[in-house]
């Protein structure tokens, strides 16, 4: 089994639905990521948290919601999904700070179709 | 200017060939410096860390040179399973890790 596990694999929905992505890791790590990719714009970092009371905004937060609801489970909604949120979407966990080790443990992915 | 920039390519190689990729980054204060490795269709997984000395894990050499904010990978001796997208990754503030876009490398038989 995947240490870290994402569902839906892909989802296809239509715009204005709300869509809820969920992620569940068995490593341990207390830090715990979203980020989306895009063809010719890469990854880049939605929301993070390092522990279950903490939530912060990244890069990309607008139009997305998360929630900690334990230090295993990681999920990313939206709320009123929209074409442009189009993209593979990916879970990631640390262990501690990335500056030491650098070292992300990716999910294998969702890919989401927001027609 | 981008946080961190990478040529896109893609790097069309034969097998056995040397290939080197760049990234700069825009940050100054970034302190940790990273190679992942995406391979198409796959989530991205740690290649390498570089170091300021520079550092070597067989075929694959890394490189920082910190006044110019300049990072590289060399890889010798490319093989077939080499072809991937490669991910220049730095530091930024509030611990997180930014993303190159990444420089596809595709090596031919």
């Known amino acids: ?115 | 200017r981008k946080e961190v920039e990478q040529d896109p390519g893609p790097f069309n190689v034969p097998e056995g060939a040397t290939v080197a990729f760049n990234c700069t980054y825009s940050n100054s204060a970034s302190q940790s410096f990273f190679w992942y490795r995406q391979d198409c269709r796959k989530e991205p997984k740690l290649l390498m860390s570089v170091y300021s000395s520079g550092n070597e894990d067989g075929r694959f050499t890394a490189q920082l040179n910190r006044a110019s904010q300049y990072i590289s990978l060399l890889i010798r001796d490319s093989k077939l399973s080499d072809s991937a997208t490669y991910l220049c990754v730095v530091s930024s503030a509030g611990s997180t890790l930014t993303f190159g876009k990444g420089t596809m490398l595709l090596v031919s038989p």
């Not at chain 1, 992620?23 to 979203?34: A, I, L, N, P, V």
């Not at chain 1, 929630?67 to 593979?88: C, G």
Request: glycine share 10%; charged share 25%; proline share 3%.
């Open chain 1, 1 to 115: 089994d995947a240490d870290v596990t994402q569902t839906p694999r892909n989802r296809i929905t239509k715009t204005g639905k709300r869509i809820m992505l969920e992620c569940s890791q068995t490593k341990g790590h207390d830090r715990m990521y979203w980020y989306r990719q895009d063809p010719g714009l890469g990854l880049r970092l939605i929301y993070y948290s390092f522990d279950v009371k903490d939530i912060n905004k990244g890069e990309i937060s607008d139009g997305y919601s998360v929630s900690r609801q334990a230090q295993a489970k990681f999920s990313l909604s939206l709320e009123s999904a929209i074409p442009n949120q189009t993209a593979l979407y990916f879970c990631a966990t640390s262990s501690f700070g990335t500056g030491v080790t650098g070292e992300l443990f990716f999910g294998e992915g969702s890919r989401l179709t927001v027609l």
